[in-house]
């Protein structure tokens, strides 16, 4: 092994991580790969589709609520085991971790929540669920709002001119919904419930800051879905549009106004982007893998490629990228947990460990020669799921801004 990945790790620990990679390595890799070569993705969420069974056996060993806190239900994994557990799932699969990343997300909000009604009838159901029927999203991009909705702390996150397309009007008990949320929201037509960050229309002219957030069951009148979107990358995720159409949800079912709208925001982006920096810590470090043992096999010149000093300076500088993206994602995931998360930190690892997963799987590309670039090869895969990274839950230069922002009006 080229590492000992587990030197530093408690023998729980390393248990741990060996048995989340044999699900990652077993389960999640070839299913992944499966439906990353389906033509229609409406097919990948078929109902005899193994992107079922994949869910259900996430559920099923509970890894659902792993990280939900032991007072709401949860099974309380430490940051640290979380950390280990979310690279292992993003170097099987990028596509899968992100589906039940945002799974967890709205029933997360709600078992937080001290509501009764949102603790029945959103968390309990989740947090007892062991067969994939509750799943989330977290549905903020609009057709004509992708970057405009994440740009908090920027001057123009206040232009009265710009507001959600999706927006909340209060009705006596009822909050009424109407609006259009993008194709590119993930788990979009399967969710079942939608965490979703909207304008709050009395708040009209206070520009994006106007917003609120929130917990819509998707099974109401009203709601209603588009087609499963068709991508480059990260194939076996789901996304599409949802649609509302004067749907009503009850009153306390809003979980943030607009006084706490943009701190919400902020908290969402700390949490989101030091995840995205795990799962693709995970995926750079799985093409580094590839190219490592392809290189040891392919034999040109007369001996392995890996024999050739070139291979090899490749190989150490993607190994140095891979070991820089695991350090700092983890230390972000470690720094946010000791106390108020910094939006700043987790953007960075979000736009360090996307870049270098991008990188490190070229990279490979290129050290599997004609190979990599044909499919059915692991890398070829990785680099469009690497691709899509980049943009996914913030294009990196418009959350670079977000950071940089942050950075200068820290006191
Ligand atoms: C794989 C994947 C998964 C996703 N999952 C979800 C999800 O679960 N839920 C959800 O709601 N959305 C999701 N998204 C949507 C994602 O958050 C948006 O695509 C992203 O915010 C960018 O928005 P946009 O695509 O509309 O691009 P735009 O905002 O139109 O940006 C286009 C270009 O302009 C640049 N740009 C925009 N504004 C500025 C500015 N102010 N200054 C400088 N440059 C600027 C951008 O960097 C980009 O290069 C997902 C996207 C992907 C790719």
Redesign the pocket.
Known sequence: MYLDLDRSLTPEQAALRKEVHRFSEEVLRPAASELDKLHDPEDVVKPDSVFWDVMRTYYDLGYHISSLPEAVGGAGLGVLEQNLVGEEIGWGSSDFS?AFG?ASFPFTFAAGSTNEQLLKEVARPFLEDRKAEYIG?????EPQH??????VG?E?FRDPNMFFGVTARADGDEWVISGQ??A????GTIATHALTFLGIEESRGAGMAGGGVALIPLDITGVSRGRALD?LG?RA?N?GEIFFDEARIPRDYMVAGPEAYPFVLEGVLTAANAFMGVTFSGVARAAFEEALSYSKERIQGGKPIAEHQLVQKKLADMFAKVQAARTLSRETQLYNSAGAGAVQLSIASKVFCTTTAHEVASDAVQIHGGLGLSKGILVEKLLRDAR??M?????N??LS?VAGRKLIDAV
Do not use: F, P, R, Y
């Open positions: 992100v945002v999203c977290w549905a903020i991009t992708g970057s405009d909705t994440l740009t920027m123009h949320k993008a590119w929201v993930s788990n991508k990260q995720l996304q899509a990274s943009i996914e839950d913030g294009s230069d418009v801004l």
